[in-house]
């Protein structure tokens, strides 16, 4: 079974903080991506990685960015929270090639106060 | 702009009714065309999936229809039971696209029991 885990289910945050959210899958998958989720927007590509040390911006990277060192591990950083980025936080992960299932997080839900 | 446009927004059916959530895409290109069920408090999973060589799929209860020339898809429930009661989510990815999908605004399904 696939799992991908992130570092935490709630993040309370201030306004200016830096912010890291983490990610883990456990299945030897090339592509990992960073999504949030609004109510009636659906979910919106942050940031994904093809291959470790690489990167392209999603739709919504402004304000963001992303890590990835190791193959299994993709983190996400705010460099300076602002509340226009309390939201859920997906990450997922898949096999490299098109036309693949993405397997999804629990999902962080991280407001920024 | 939404890359993959969804309806509704929300719906509600009473059990044993059929749920109908539509999709809608411009680009040709896509070739792979995913339904993911989120329940409350979890990430997305894969629901059924289908490619534009085929009009129809069923897995069980749930059917994707694909309507290729009008660009739509969407998937029915039959026999919908509370169990089913989640947010719907359609996506669609192009093929060397590093698997990245587009997805639509999501549709929260309430089956009455």
């Known amino acids: 079974d696939v799992k991908v885990t992130q570092s935490s289910r709630y993040l309370v945050k201030r306004t200016g903080e830096k912010v890291f959210l983490e990610c883990v899958q456990d299945?030897?998958?090339?592509?990992m991506f960073w999504y949030r989720q609004d109510p009636g927007l659906g979910l919106r590509l942050i940031y994904f990685s093809y291959d470790v040390k690489m990167k392209e911006k999603g739709d919504i990277p402004e304000g963001y960015s992303v890590s990835r060192e190791k193959k299994e591990r993709f983190s996400l950083i705010l460099e300076s929270a602002s509340t226009n980025q309390t939201s859920m936080y997906l990450c997922a992960s898949s096999p490299p090639r098109a036309g693949y299932e993405q397997y999804f997080g629990p999902g962080t839900r991280l407001t920024v106060t | 702009q939404q890359q993959v446009k969804q309806s509704p927004q929300s719906l509600i059916v009473q059990k044993g009714g059929i749920s109908i959530i539509n999709c809608a895409y411009e680009n040709t290109a896509f070739d792979y065309f995913p339904w993911y069920q989120q329940f409350p408090g979890k990430g997305p999973a894969l629901l059924i999936a289908i490619r534009p060589d085929v009009s129809e799929k069923k897995e069980g209860r749930f059917t994707i229809s694909f309507n290729k020339s009008a660009k739509q898809f969407s998937l029915h429930i039959m026999d919908s039971q509370p169990g089913d009661s989640a947010t719907y989510f359609c996506?669609?990815?192009?093929?060397?696209?590093?698997?990245?999908?587009?997805f639509g605004s999501g549709t929260k399904l309430n089956v009455k029991p």
């Open positions: 996506a669609a990815s192009k093929r060397f696209n590093f698997n990245k999908f587009y």
């Open positions: 299945m030897d998958h090339e592509n």
